[in-house]
């Protein structure tokens, strides 16, 4: 069973690069049909979807944070990382980690990290 764990920085100063990291447990990074997200879940703007990293290393970003935003894996470490450049209080938010397969017999969200508060101040 595949685990997720998020981890980085709970607070972040105003126009600083936020990074934060995704360990995967119980599968590798690189199997098919496997695609790592990162979401995030604030009051003020709900559920968010941030951007993917496929089974090929091909990423996908939310148009509107697509300037701002990277992410990238580290196969070695069986890790995904996403960098949110330029934070401002706005981007405070629980931020998940999730797995999403596009199989048949694995479709959806199979698999999500506990989530990590971050907050955004000076």
């Known amino acids: 069973q595949v685990q997720l764990q998020e981890s980085g920085p709970g607070l972040v100063k105003p126009l600083q690069t936020l990074s934060l990291t995704c360990t995967i447990s119980?599968?590798?990074?690189?199997?098919?049909?496997?695609?790592w997200t990162w979401i995030r879940q604030s009051p003020g703007k709900g559920v968010e979807w941030m951007g993917t990293?496929?089974?090929?290393?091909?990423?996908f970003y939310r148009p509107s944070l697509k300037s701002r935003t990277s992410i990238s894996w580290d196969t070695s470490r069986n890790q995904f990382t996403l960098q949110l450049r330029s934070v401002t209080p706005e981007d405070a938010a629980v931020y998940y980690c999730?797995?999403?397969?596009?199989?048949?017999?694995?479709w959806g969200f199979g698999s999500w990290g506990q989530g990590t508060q971050v907050t955004v101040s000076s």
């Open positions: 990293i496929g089974y090929s290393g091909n990423t």
């Open positions: 999730a797995r999403f397969g596009v199989q048949t017999t694995d």
């Open positions: 119980g599968g590798s990074i690189t199997t098919k049909y496997h695609y």
